[in-house]
């Protein structure tokens, strides 16, 4: 097919073709920017696991390197969060910070992904009317007897390369949307993991321990 065909299927949809033309750069852009941000995201909370996991000290010198080559990760937050209560608060206390911290740093997380919902709610409808359109032109030619059907039939099947269009765009978009929110779950389970890490490695006082001072004193 060539250019000068598609252009004119374009014109004959009205111009829709034109928008959806619009709609699967906003979504490609949206799947490269988020792709690329998300998986640098899931290395490095793994990167940071495996820190823990290996029960190395924080304040280490190769902790302490990692944790700046990481700094721009999300779950950098939480390790600062950790440094706000003292070593002998509760654990009640310092898991407030690390959820605050968790809750402050997921929007950031699925940023952008509203456009993706958005082309794939919207791509089917632009094709669909753009079909309608460019059925109103093939009606138009019944007027001609002898040429009038294979007109209508040639101009019913350009229409509904609209649909198909929007159809493609829209399962496109449904794919990398599911697979980027799987990705940004995984990155919650990953803070969520290293939170309970921490908890688990702070030097202060178990989460129970006024309750057992209680119970001796009784």
């Keep these: 097919m060539t250019l000068a065909k598609l252009i004119e299927l374009a ?32 290395q490095g909370g793994d990167e940071l696991i495996r820190l823990l996991h290996a029960n190395i000290p924080i304040h280490s010198e190769l902790a302490q390197a990692t944790l700046a080559r990481l700094e721009k990760l999300p779950h950098i937050r939480l390790f600062q969060a950790s440094q706000i209560e003292l ?11 690390l959820e605050e911290a968790i809750m402050r ?13 958005t082309v794939i709610t919207l791509a089917p409808l632009l094709g669909l009317f753009g079909t309608i359109i460019g059925m109103f032109g093939a ?12 007109q209508v039939t040639g101009g019913i099947a350009e229409a509904l390369i609209a649909t198909a269009c929007g159809l493609l765009i829209a399962m496109i978009g449904l794919a990398f949307f599911n697979w ?16 309970v ?14 309750h057992r001072s209680n119970l001796k004193a009784v």
Aim: charged share 20%; proline share 2%; aromatic share 4%.
């Design 87 to 97: 070593t002998d608060a509760h654990r009640e206390a310092c898991a407030g910070h």
């Design 139 to 150: 009606f138009s030619v019944l007027g001609d007897i002898q040429n009038g059907a294979s």
């Design 197 to 210: 890490m921490l908890l688990n490695r702070r030097q202060g006082a178990p989460a129970n321990a006024s």
């Design 180 to 195: 980027l929110n799987t990705k940004v779950r995984t990155i919650v389970h990953q803070m969520d993991t290293l939170k």
């Design 11 to 42: 014109n004959a949809s009205g111009g829709t073709l034109y928008l959806m033309g619009l709609l699967l750069l906003a979504a490609l852009t949206v799947i490269i920017e988020r792709t690329l941000y998300l998986s640098k995201m899931l």
């Design 105 to 117: 740093e997921v929007p950031e997380l699925d940023r952008s992904l509203w456009v993706l919902d």
